[in-house]
């Protein structure tokens, strides 16, 4: 076999990498390339070409936030260091169009570098999307009952004051009979949309399930502030939601429930007495918020409403 004819082997196998491939010169300078490595950035054919200097070919690159917090000159400088090391080492690029190139520098012996350039935005996507969803609730947005759960103990554990909240939608189950659980699903979007613009960036608003949410509050204890929020978010979501269906009308009820910080409480406990306050609201109405009571209080309540009920 000709020396031509392991060239051409050499060159064929290089255009089938599914990688893209820049190999560098003693000198910095390009020495072997694949069509894949310009496909991957966007650039024409004939951009770069043997011989070119890594700086130029570095240029071309229409890279953003591949070196946050750094000029491209310090960006450069940074390169230039690392590949004076002679270790192999790896950066990740991303590109003004959302891409995201990892590379890979790998030390020749004789002198340069073999860099290797792979498309994986896709996978960080999905990573990306898998770490929202440990956090998040998938259709609204919001956080998650395992956030909020996590939340609670931290807050109780800091022993600062804060408020507990717990809101239920009314005649939510009317629109999904109706109008569908597309339609639903528009509408508790929306609901979360508004009751976002209810309460402060440091405040936690969570998705337990279905139509029920549950909000903290950290270092809230004045009543009259906590009477307005959830004075708020009723008439919020009192008002009437543009569906792509229909206009429709619902309602919320609210719980609510005080840590002092100061006393040694459980954050079940602390949902559960939010929960049965807001079952109160319901009773008296909907529409409504309702205070946590003592123990006493709220079976005595719970008594006599059952008793009303009988009659």
Known sequence: MTSCDELAILRTAVEAMPHGLLMLDASLCVKVFNQRFSTLYGLPSDTIEIGMAFGDVIATLDLAESHPGMTAEDAWADTLERLTGNQP?????????????????????????????????????????IAYLAL??????????????????????????????????????QVNDTFGHAAGDELLKLVVMRLKRTIRSKDLLARMGG????????GLDNRERVDQIAQQMVQVIGQPFKLSAAMVEIGASVGIEFSNGAEAVDGEGLMRRADMALYRAKFQGRGTYCYAESPSAMIANFREQLLNIAD
């Open 136 to 173: 998040n609730d998938e259709l609204t947005g919001a956080a998650n009952r395992s956030v909020f759960v996590q939340t609670l103990d931290e807050l109780i554990a800091s022993t600062q004051p804060f408020v507990i909240m717990s809101l239920d939608l009314d005649r939510f189950k």
């Open 89 to 129: 080492w790896c950066q990740q690029h991303r590109l003004a169009d959302g891409a995201i190139i990892d590379v890979s520098y790998s030390p020749v012996p004789s002198g340069g570098w073999i860099t290797t350039h792979l498309d994986v935005t896709e996978r960080a996507k999905a990573d990306e999307k």
């Open 211 to 218: 139509d029920e949410f549950a909000f903290l509050f950290p």
